[in-house]
T-cell receptor, first 113, second 112 residues
């Protein structure tokens, strides 16, 4: 089985722009979670989508949004970028049941200048 | 807020030595998971221990869980240079959510 695929691998944007990141989960996985990783804060949970519905949400401003398509692929969008949004954005997939491990992609490294 | 917090933040050892990393969490959990991350890459799941389990083994890994102290430890025996990575604990099931909440990680360097 192919693993979790995230595109693009690297992104450079300027303040005020918006960005869309993509995640293709492992085939058969219906849950996709997004995390933001920074050196100071570690991994922070953004949101989780299951069967095209946002099922859980972390404590991030409304500039961060996401969606999931019928094929379970997910996108996250960050609008009006700020310098502090520079981070590694990680996507993880699973079957969506409790007591499950997550399968992570390699992440998208976003730099905001 | 962080549910899992790892200690120490950094650990440097020689090949062949054992490495022990600790994790503390704040609320009751359903399970606790350990992940490994090589520099700038995604996380890889190592082991999951349920709240009713006290110890679990997987190869050179040994995980313990003490729910009364809200803490867990990860022991890597006979470390190898290839074990150099960051290690994260993730607590799940706190507050009714099964979403794993990660700590800031322990950076392990194993010198050959």
């Amino acid at each position: 089985k192919a693993g979790v695929t995230q595109t693009p691998r690297y992104l450079i944007k300027t303040r005020g722009q918006q960005v869309t990141l993509s995640c293709s989960p492992i085939s058969g996985h219906r849950s996709v979670s997004w995390y933001q990783q920074t050196p100071g804060q570690g991994l922070q949970f953004l949101f989780e989508y299951f069967s095209e519905t946002q099922r859980n949400k972390g404590n991030f401003p409304g500039r961060f949004s996401g969606r999931q398509f019928s094929n379970s692929r997910s996108e996250m969008n960050v609008s009006t970028l700020e310098l502090g949004d520079s981070a590694l954005y990680l996507c993880a997939s699973s079957l969506g049941r409790s007591e499950e491990k997550l399968f992570f992609g390699s992440g998208t490294q976003l730099s905001v200048l | 807020s962080q549910q899992g917090e790892e200690d120490p933040q950094a650990l440097s050892i020689q090949e062949g030595e054992n490495a022990t990393m600790n994790c503390s969490y704040k609320t009751s959990i359903n399970n606790l998971q350990w992940y490994r991350q090589n520099s700038g890459r995604g996380l890889v799941h190592l082991i999951l221990i349920r709240s009713n389990e006290r110890e679990k083994h997987s190869g050179r890994l040994r995980v313990t869980l003490d729910t009364s102290k809200k803490s867990s430890s990860l022991l890597i025996t006979a470390s190898r240079a290839a074990d150099t990575a960051s290690y994260f604990c993730a607590a799940a099931g706190g507050g009714g959510s099964y979403i794993p909440t990660f700590g800031r990680g322990t950076s392990l360097i194993v010198h050959p």
